[in-house]
């Protein structure tokens, strides 16, 4: 039995998220069911994270025992020729039995588009929010410098149960603007459920005039999810990158 770290890609769209849920078609479940044939026996991949329904990844790690004698290439091929086009394994490495996808992981990357131009975009519009009004940049990038740093963040927080700390660091968020596209990347230690699109929704609220910059240091001292504003869309997320 070996320890195996993977690195997969996919397009989130039509799965209800990484983790398996009974009945349900998840990215994590659907890897299980094919390394388990790859097997002959059930496996159990540990995500580096819980990505929600509709978001996507470019990077997402994940870590895996299994049994077999097939060579790194050869499973990462097996994977690929058995996993549904949206799902793609872009690398396996034999790693050390204690490594641990989610519990070594030490940051992410997280990227937020939207699309603001007089045309509709065709080809990526699954990857896209489409915003119907104007934003203002600044303001945004303002109120953004206020959730960097160590924070309870509970009010960006889409659990009303988490009962584990939700004390977070965010020590990057750079917004910025490709032609048509609005881009929001996020980095740090770690992201509480739904929290990468609370923010991107509050910075929006910003952008539209509806909050200020400063009230986002009020909704971070509330803890008060209500005080924050709408979840982003799905849609528009994509997980780039793991540290370790």
């Known amino acids: 039995m070996k320890n195996y770290k993977l690195t997969l890609a996919y397009d989130g769209s039509r799965y209800f998220g990484w983790e398996h849920q009974p009945d349900r078609e998840t990215v994590q479940g659907k890897l299980e069911a094919v390394l388990g ?12 994270g819980r990505t ?18 097939l060579s790194e290439t050869e499973i ?21 039995p204690q ?25 990526d519009r699954r ?3 489409l915003l119907d009004h104007p934003v203002d940049e600044a303001a945004m990038s303002r109120a953004a410098q206020y959730l960097i740093g160590e924070h309870d963040f509970r009010a960006f927080c889409g659990n009303p149960k988490m009962k584990k700390s939700t004390v977070r660091t965010v020590d990057g968020i750079l917004i910025t ?15 509480l459920q739904n929290m990468v699109r ?19 240091a009020a909704i971070l001292e509330s803890r008060d999810r209500k005080n ?17």
């Open 127 to 129: 990857y896209l929010t």
């Open 99 to 123: 490594f641990h996808a989610r519990y070594k992981a030490t940051g992410k990357t997280y990227r937020y588009t939207c699309f603001d131009g007089p045309v509709k975009p065709v080809f």
């Open 76 to 96: 990462r091929d097996y994977c690929n020729r058995y996993l549904p086009d949206a799902i793609a394994v872009r690398e396996v490495k034999e790693c050390a």
């Open 228 to 244: 924050a504003g709408p979840t982003a869309p799905p849609e528009g997320l994509c997980l780039m990158k793991v540290d370790y």
């Open 198 to 216: 609370i923010m991107v929704g509050t910075l929006l609220e910003v952008g539209r005039g509806r909050m200020s910059a400063a009230d986002v």
């Open 37 to 48: 044939e790859l097997c002959g026996a059930p496996v159990d991949v540990i995500g580096a």
């Open 52 to 69: 929600d329904a509709g978001v996507h990844a470019r990077a997402m790690v994940a870590n895996v025992q299994l049994e077999t004698d």
């Open 177 to 191: 603007r490709q032609k048509d596209r609005l881009l929001f990347t996020f980095h740090g230690d770690g992201f």
